[in-house]
């Protein structure tokens, strides 16, 4: 599924699954904000950190990857998978 790249994954309920967001502070890319791949609707926040604390993007905003995987743990859903030049893939 692709990524689609929004103004904001909060604005109302049209918004796709897997939809992805940059959240920015003075320029910088501090996270990425995303609707759920699986479509059940939730949106969660990934902290992109150099000091590995965090995810890695790399630096790609038409096509980004991000490390480590995403796991959304103890929702309904439980969706696993990475986000890949710009696709989200299921473990």
């Known amino acids: 599924m692709r990524a ?3 103004d904001d994954v909060h604005r109302d309920a049209t918004i796709p699954a897997g939809a992805i967001e940059f959240r920015e502070l003075d320029g910088v890319v501090m996270g990425i904000a995303f609707r759920c791949p699986c479509g059940c609707g939730f949106e969660s926040w990934l902290p992109i ?3 590995h604390t965090g995810w890695q993007w790399d630096g790609n905003r038409e096509a980004p990857s991000l490390t480590p995987s995403v796991l959304q743990s ?3 859903c439980k969706w696993h998978g990475y986000l890949t030049n710009g696709e989200w ?3």
């Open 4 to 6: 689609v790249l929004v």
């Open 49 to 51: 950190r150099d000091d």
């Open 74 to 76: 103890g929702l309904p």
């Open 89 to 91: 893939r299921v473990c």
